[in-house]
């Protein structure tokens, strides 16, 4: 199979261009792709090819327009294989991972194309004679951000809800793993979508938000990605008066009571925890353990740390691949020192596998102080940290000392220990007993600095859509 030959989508056109910035291949350093960098004229063209697409898109049916949007998801299973092995090639996850993603984009987009025949209004009994409808319609052209760690999921989170919904897109897709939007966008082109319905740019991030967002024809901002990032976008925003949908960082916590078998729920928590080498904003990372079980949990965690086996996600038997640059790597190495020299203890873990490709190895610190990075910045990487708690309210104390809120996991088999977490942890995502956090007819999101906002159910669409009330009286 061979990798893509990138191009910017415009208008129902791919449009290639001067300036172009290399795909590197994280497992090996090699280059195996150009990706075209979008100028102010190739976001000029977007922006008039969307007006064109949303003119024709929002008026048609929504039944047509789920339509198109099932066709291609159905188009995206059938090319799963090709798919799947440009994922692997530019993230480096394991191919039976990238399999998952790709089937997984297509569930939501088979969902999403449902649900946006359900958009539905209602009609609000007023005086005598007179008629109030509530009525949804599509929110306009929408700015949005996709990010690399999952590359077909997070743009298909966007693309299908937006499409759905009637609005037209203009989707900047990461520069590391710009595969999986141009696939999608491929998909919907073979399935019928209208040509500037859907916009596909590269580039460079900054100049591109910071042109696009203001422009008056932009009614929505979405992003998935940093914090940080997020918190910028937001304001410039602002500034326009533009809503926004962020889906930003997390860290995790892991409350694990002491009515649970401790060996069980550790081989689950490091299986899950070095999924995409930790590089997933719902990876549980804090681990707090109740007192007596937790030097079994932790003996048990560390072993199965030690035997994942790391290397090129295209070989048999890989559970965990390289990470996304080299970047993430300094980072990971940075935030291991400063655990352990305010006290944690490196049980495994802590460096970079060889000198080629950007691997690192499954770590696992136990004890860590409060003060340290790693307890309030998250990892975004193959770090675990295990800290003991003398009860629930101990766990939920420390779980919510944290900026973050977008995902939590309990364990324990007490119904009242599940009421207090439900009550008391701040997050937007709570798994109890399981590390699965959502499905296609679920919202997704965060609280605190882990944004606002939802993706995915009936909320995700609403985003997308603007609340028109029309009042009127037959007779004047």
């Not at 977007?46 to 697409?53: E, K, S, T």
């Not at 995409?276 to 990876?283: A, E, F, I, L, R």
């Not at 599940?418 to 995502?429: K, P, S, W, Y």
Request: hydrophobic share 40%; aromatic share 8%.
């Amino acid at each position: 199979m061979d990798y893509p030959e990138l191009s910017l989508f415009i208008g129902g056109e791919w449009r290639k261009t001067a300036e172009t910035i290399p795909v590197i291949n994280p497992a090996d350093e090699t280059v195996v792709g150009a990706l075209p960098v979008a100028r102010t004229a190739d976001m000029d063209d977007a922006l008039d090819a969307a007006a064109i697409g949303l003119r024709v898109w929002s008026r048609t049916v929504p039944r047509e327009r789920s339509a198109i949007i099932k066709r291609a998801a159905r188009l995206m299973q059938d090319r799963i294989d090709q798919i799947a092995y440009s994922n692997t090639l530019e993230v480096g996850k394991p191919l039976g991972q990238s399999r998952y993603e790709v089937s997984r984009g297509g569930d939501i987009m088979e969902w999403d194309a449902g649900e946006g025949q359900r958009l539905y209004g209602r009609v609000i009994p007023g005086s005598t004679g007179l008629r109030n409808t509530m009525l949804r319609q599509p929110i306009g052209t929408v700015a949005g951000f996709s990010t690399w760690n999952f590359p077909v999921a997070t743009a298909v989170r966007k693309i299908s809800a937006a499409l759905s919904a009637g609005c037209s897109l203009l989707l900047k897709a990461p520069e590391e793993t710009p595969a999986g939007a141009f696939h999608i966008a491929k998909a919907l082109q073979d399935a019928g979508l209208p040509d500037g319905v859907l916009n596909l740019i590269y580039g460079n991030p900054a100049e591109i938000s910071g042109y696009l967002i203001p422009q008056e024809q932009i009614r929505l901002v979405a992003f998935t990605g940093s914090t940080e990032v997020g918190r910028h976008l937001t304001k410039l925003a602002a500034e326009h008066m533009k809503p926004v949908v962020m889906e930003l960082g997390g860290h995790a916590p892991v409350i694990v009571c002491g009515d649970v078998d401790p060996v069980k729920v550790a081989l689950l928590g490091a299986t899950r925890k070095y999924r995409n080498s930790g590089q997933v904003c719902t990876s549980p990372t804090r681990f707090y353990v109740t007192e007596g079980n937790f030097s079994t949990f932790a003996d048990e965690f560390v072993a199965k740390a030690k035997a994942t086996t790391v290397g090129n996600g295209f070989a048999e038997g890989i559970e965990m691949g390289p990470l996304a640059n080299d970047r993430r790597l300094d980072a990971m190495t940075a935030l291991v020192e400063d655990a352990v020299s305010q006290g944690a203890e490196l049980c495994t873990g802590g460096r970079r596998i060889g000198n080629k490709g950007y691997f690192f190895e499954p770590t696992v610190l136990a004890n860590v102080p409060d003060s340290a990075k790693i307890m309030t910045e998250e990892p975004f990487g193959p770090i675990a940290v295990l800290n003991p708690i003398s009860s629930i309210e101990d766990g939920i104390a420390k779980a919510n000392h944290s900026p973050f809120g977008l995902a939590a996991y309990g364990f324990t088999n007490s119904a009242a220990n599940v009421d207090q977490m439900i009550r008391e942890l701040e997050v937007g995502q709570l798994s109890i007993n399981t590390f699965d956090t959502s499905i296609p007819e679920t919202p997704f999101g965060g609280v605190k600095s882990s944004g606002y906002g939802r993706e995915g159910g009936e909320e995700g669409l609403h985003n997308y859509s603007i609340i028109k009330n029309v009042s009127y009286h037959p007779v004047i």
